[in-house]
């Protein structure tokens, strides 16, 4: 009686592979869910009771002038808040002083004094208030001579 005839290792390589294919392609779904997901539909673990889906705008402010002028002083950045900041987000926001860097327009690497002002809204404000924030952009740009004003959004949940 002859011997069943065994898998050649080719076979059984392609097979491996492919099975091992299969496996990630159905597992990718869910792993790209969880770091990309909705954060309203966030796991209960990570969400606090009672918080809510908002977006988080960052914007990053530097103090130096480009044209050589004196930097942005700490009245002068208050002053902006309480004009162009506070009327648009009158619930709240908070500012960070710092150090930051980067290269301008000339490729010059700029060392500077800046402010980080975070604004919280909800998610089903985000296109009204992301018009409004590109109003702040504008305006700072404009009033002290600035090549930009950085902006970093992101969703999370809030609970006040």
Do not use: K, N
Request: proline residues 9%.
């Amino acid at each position: 009686m002859p011997l069943p005839a065994l898998p050649r290792p080719r076979v059984r390589a392609r097979t491996a592979a492919f099975a091992a294919a299969c496996l990630l392609a159905a597992g990718a779904p869910t792993a790209y869910a969880a770091l990309d997901g909705d954060p309203a539909h966030a796991p209960a673990a990570v969400a606090a009771p009672g918080s809510r889906p908002h977006v988080e705008t960052r914007l990053l402010f530097g103090t130096q002038r480009p044209d050589g002028g004196p930097d942005v002083t700490d009245e002068q950045f208050t002053a902006f808040l309480d004009r162009e900041v506070t009327p648009r987000f009158p619930a709240g926001l908070t500012v960070q002083q710092g150090r930051g860097q980067w290269r301008d327009a000339s490729g010059r690497i700029v060392r500077e004094r800046s402010y980080e002002l975070i604004l919280l809204y909800p998610v089903a404000d985000a296109v009204a208030s992301g018009r409004e924030v590109e109003r702040i952009r504008a305006a700072y740009a404009r009033a002290f001579g600035q090549e930009s004003v950085g902006r970093v959004d992101d969703r999370v949940r809030v609970d006040f």
